[in-house]
């Protein structure tokens, strides 16, 4: 079963208004979060990080916040332009894994001009 | 839910040797898979898109001879890094999809060490 899981597959919002995208995840065992944002015919890139001694990392517009307790993570984009429109991933390791990586599914998101 | 494995998840070999990266999707029939290289600072490149029964399609400056891909079945696709060399040490990442979609089901990867 997936182990990390991106419940929406999709998600519009208006430019200049927040974009929040969630991830769940049922290994406890994680100890480190990803986001990438993907383009159509590219490769994921790497967004943002956080480890699990944290509870917020935040890097300009995107902050990600984690919820150990409900192995919840959610990725914030504030505020949102029409180029954030993309793919964006979530993927989480576990130090115990050899940092092999486990990937939700992805969230589709447009921002509206 | 839908789950893709690799196998194997990490590999030492020599310089020169062959290896085979399987990347199989356990519950669904994928269409299309992407196998992508994980660079240092944590992106991945996607390096070449598989569909089944008909050749790969590589990205730009992929060098299809060492990076041999074949889609075998909806459920089965293979790396194998020809001639390995140091530099080819990777994290080697699949993905699948079925039809026209955003959804991707990721593998967990597979740490590709070269002597």
């Known amino acids: 079963d997936q182990q990390v899981k991106q419940n929406s597959p999709s998600l519009s919002v208006q430019e200049g208004r927040i974009s929040i995208l969630n991830c769940d995840y049922t290994?406890?065992?994680?100890?480190?979060f990803l986001w990438y944002k993907k383009y159509p015919a590219e490769g994921p890139t790497f967004l943002i990080s956080?480890?699990?001694?944290?509870d917020k990392n935040e890097d300009g517009r995107f902050t990600v916040f984690l919820n150990k307790s409900a192995k919840h993570l959610s990725l914030h984009i504030v505020p949102s332009q029409p180029g954030d429109s993309a793919v964006y991933f979530c993927a989480a390791s576990a130090a115990n894994t050899g940092n092999q990586f486990y990937f939700g599914t992805g969230t589709s998101l447009t921002v509206i001009p | 839910g839908a789950v893709v494995s690799q196998h194997p998840s990490r590999v030492i070999c020599k310089s020169g040797t062959s290896v085979k990266i399987e990347c199989r999707s356990l519950?669904?029939?994928?269409?299309?898979m992407f196998w992508y290289r994980q660079f240092p600072k944590k992106s991945l490149m996607l390096m070449a898109t598989?569909?089944?029964?008909?050749?790969?399609?590589?990205e730009q400056g992929v060098e299809k001879d060492k990076f041999l891909i074949n889609h075998a079945s909806l459920t089965l696709s293979t790396l194998t890094v020809t001639s390995a060399h140091p530099e080819d040490s990777s994290f080697y990442i699949c993905?699948?999809?079925?039809?026209?979609?955003?959804?991707?089901?990721f593998g967990p990867g597979t740490r590709l060490t070269v002597l």
């Open positions: 956080i480890s699990s001694i944290k």
């Open positions: 519950d669904f029939q994928a269409t299309t």
């Open positions: 598989s569909n089944e029964g008909s050749k790969a399609t590589y």
């Open positions: 993905s699948a999809i079925v039809g026209r979609t955003d959804t991707q089901y």
């Open positions: 290994n406890s065992m994680f100890d480190y």
